[in-house]
């Protein structure tokens, strides 16, 4: 009798240890209804040198392309669809009017490019048609540090949270935080601060039309939905790797995981975001040979997959047509990065 | 009896081996990171921010590939 308790609690103690393991990520995969391989057609230009080319934008017959790491100008302009180079702008440097950093680029409805430097942590619109400076924002502190930047409305703009304690920020015209809103969807016990911001720091992107803001993880592989007109939390989509793994170190967030999204786009019909999908420990051993991201993920506006496209090419951003189906995009590791898809 | 004993407690110790995290995240392997010219992040003995990349450094103005303990 004593044998048969001891085996029954022996039992009893193997069964808890097999249920107390590390929680998986037991969120469904994202299921994509409909996989295609896309060929690129490059986009030949001269007179544009670019280090890391990071972001794109088109209105009309004119494209901007930011250089992440620009070693004169971090903004280039061309004709498109021609192709031919026009200008460029923002010059990097540390003298006045010269600019030390360049996260994002945006073309407001009246036509100005916007961009925000965040080590000056400030905002600079810039005159249609000559691209001369036609104001600046000087940005609050309480920012500490901002990464990325959209339109709001015309006297506001969105601006990831720092601090850790919300999400996003909105922003005056003054450079002042008017709002503070929602919170980082961790499911783990992190505590809300800069590290998790950092380890979650999220690229955006806002649609008035449909107030749909849509913020996609560098690290991880998540992307959240959120309503702004009705201030809410629609829908967190988690891939297979789930929320951006990170440790602490110092009071900073060093990433670990996988590198996840690089960019992201809400249009009218469906949600665009480009995904990497580089795992760190792949990153060290050197077995990563291209920077950038060769899978474009579209949902619909309530964030359901509704197709993955394969690229050919490591991409680090892109811009869609959604009348003409064009999907324009960076290839940083190419001579001539300027690349376009036809979106079946 | 010894004999359960003795099974039960190797499982617990091949569950447990095969349960942790194997993840050596944070340190350099394979003596790649030992080879790499860092870039500069200053004196800052806290991290090392390399090559470069999209990842904000956070005690430095640079975008860079990976940040390592």
């Not at chain 1, 400030?122 to 540090?145: H, V």
């Not at chain 1, 967030?253 to 420990?281: C, E, N, Q």
Request: with cysteine; charged share 25%; hydrophobic share 40%.
């Amino acid at each position: 009798m004593l044998n048969n308790t001891v085996n029954t609690y022996l039992l009893i103690f193997l069964l808890v240890l097999f249920s107390c393991q590390e929680e998986n990520n037991t969120d469904k995969m994202i299921e994509f209804p409909k996989v295609v391989a896309l060929v690129a057609t490059e986009l030949r230009t001269e007179g544009v040198y670019m280090r890391y080319p990071f972001r794109i934008r088109i209105m009309d017959s004119c494209l901007y392309a930011m250089d992440l790491h620009a070693s004169e100008y971090f903004c280039h302009r061309l004709d498109y669809p021609s192709m031919k180079y026009q200008r460029s702008l923002m010059r990097f440097g540390r003298a006045p009017g010269e600019y030390s950093d360049a996260e994002n680029i945006r073309i407001d409805r009246h036509r100005r490019l916007w961009t925000l430097d965040a080590n000056k942590r400030q905002l600079m619109a810039f005159t249609p048609g000559t691209d001369t400076l036609l104001c600046e924002i000087k940005l609050s502190e309480e920012l500490i540090r901002p990464l990325d930047f959209d339109f709001y409305d015309d006297s506001t703009f969105i601006i990831p949270d720092y601090s850790g304690q919300h999400r996003i920020c909105l922003v005056n015209r003054e450079g002042e935080i008017v709002k503070r809103l929602f919170s980082v969807p961790t499911r783990k016990s992190h505590k809300a601060d800069i590290p998790l911001a950092q380890a979650w720091r999220g690229f955006i992107d806002y649609n008035p039309t449909n107030h749909l803001l849509a913020i996609a993880t560098q690290l991880g592989e998540v992307i959240e939905l959120y309503n702004l007109k009705e201030n809410k939390l629609l829908k967190v989509i988690y891939g297979k790797s789930g929320e951006p793994v990170y440790n602490t170190k110092e009071g900073y967030a060093i990433p670990d995981g996988i590198m996840g999204y690089s960019d992201v786009s809400v249009g009218r019909k469906h949600i665009y975001a480009l995904f990497w999908g580089h795992t760190f420990k792949d990153m060290k051993k050197g077995l990563i040979k291209k920077e950038g991201g060769r899978i474009l993920r579209v949902f619909d506006l309530k964030g359901n997959p509704v197709c993955q496209y394969l690229l050919d090419r490591h991409v680090t951003c892109f811009t869609v047509n959604e009348q003409t189906h064009i999907f324009t995009a960076l290839d940083v590791n190419s001579n001539q990065p300027i690349v376009e898809y036809k979106l079946e | 009896m010894k004999k359960i004993f003795l099974t039960c407690i190797s499982l617990v110790i091949l569950t447990t081996t095969f349960s942790t995290d194997l993840n050596s995240a944070g340190r350099p392997t394979g003596g790649v990171i030992d080879n790499i010219e860092a870039l500069s992040n200053g004196e800052n003995p806290v991290h090392l921010c390399l090559y470069i990349g999209s990842l904000d450094c956070p005690t430095s103005s640079i975008k860079v590939m990976y940040i390592v303990e």
